[in-house]
């Protein structure tokens, strides 16, 4: 998606939401409680594709290229297994340890084909990992960043939006966890900093422009009897929007 209201080749603003439209988890499925819930893996697209209607709306003075990877996570004939080796399109191999571990295969190719549109930054939006409602609950979302000032700028914009956010560490240490001894990493780190290994995977495909991640899963929905999805992390993004369109 495309919105074009800044001025006339100036650089783009490129958010990225994770689309799993039903996650399963794969040949690595998921137990049946709360099952039904998994529609919500696509809360990061729909909350992009929200972006989208808010520029709109708002006619907002800039210049934003939206990008969805789009998938279900099922089991079937031709489905990913565990112990494959996948090439990406930046061309690093990653060794599937677990299916259930899928959105962070979409969205490095995501993060990868961002770099086209030379952006300004990117900031990517998933529903990624349950390791990171166990660190943060839902009223949090996690904020990873490979630039100091961009996630300083996304955090006091969540404060004043009532969409608040938590930095998480995006630290070298934790590499060692995705090693891989068939591929260049793993697509997972194991139980211990599990957002945080998940983030560093994706901070190896946004290397060339300012990046961050929101990982949404504790805020995106909540379940009982207010089942549903929350909208998070829409405010959020618009008014990181609003005061760039203001400053430009």
């Known amino acids: 998606m495309k919105y074009e209201g800044g001025a006339k080749g100036a650089k783009p603003i490129v958010p990225v939401g994770k689309g799993v439209t039903f996650d399963t988890g794969g040949i690595s499925l998921k137990p049946g409680a709360l099952l039904d819930e998994m529609k919500y893996d696509m809360s990061g697209a729909g909350s992009v594709i929200g972006v989208f209607k808010t520029l709109a709306q708002m006619k907002l003075p800039i210049n934003v290229v939206g990008l969805v990877p ?13 112990g494959d080796v996948v090439t990406s399109m930046s061309g690093l191999t990653v060794e599937i340890l677990n299916t259930d571990a899928e959105g962070r295969l979409i969205l490095n190719d995501a993060l990868t084909y961002a770099e086209r549109f030379d952006p300004v930054c990117v900031i990517d939006v998933a529903t990624l990992t349950g390791a990171c409602v166990i660190a943060l609950g839902a009223h949090a979302s996690g904020l990873y960043a490979n630039d100091d000032a961009l996630a300083a700028e996304l955090l006091k914009c969540g404060i004043d939006a009532g969409d608040r ?3 998480m560490p995006l630290w070298e240490d934790y590499m060692p966890q995705l090693k891989s001894n068939f591929a260049d990493m793993s697509n997972l780190g194991g139980p211990p900093g599990g957002s945080v290994t998940a983030a560093l995977f994706l901070s190896k495909f946004a290397t060339k422009y300012k990046w961050a991640h ?4 504790g805020t995106a929905s909540v379940g ?3 089942k549903g999805a929350t909208g998070r992390p829409l405010p959020l993004l618009a008014q990181f929007l609003i005061e760039r369109a203001q400053a430009a």
């Not at 789009?70 to 565990?82: C, D, F, L, Q, Y």
Request: charged share 15%; glycine share 14%.
């Open 224 to 226: 009982g009897d207010a």
């Open 214 to 217: 929101l990982d949404v899963a």
């Open 70 to 82: 789009a998938v279900e996570n099922m089991p079937g004939g031709n489905a990913s297994r565990p």
């Open 165 to 167: 956010a938590w930095q």
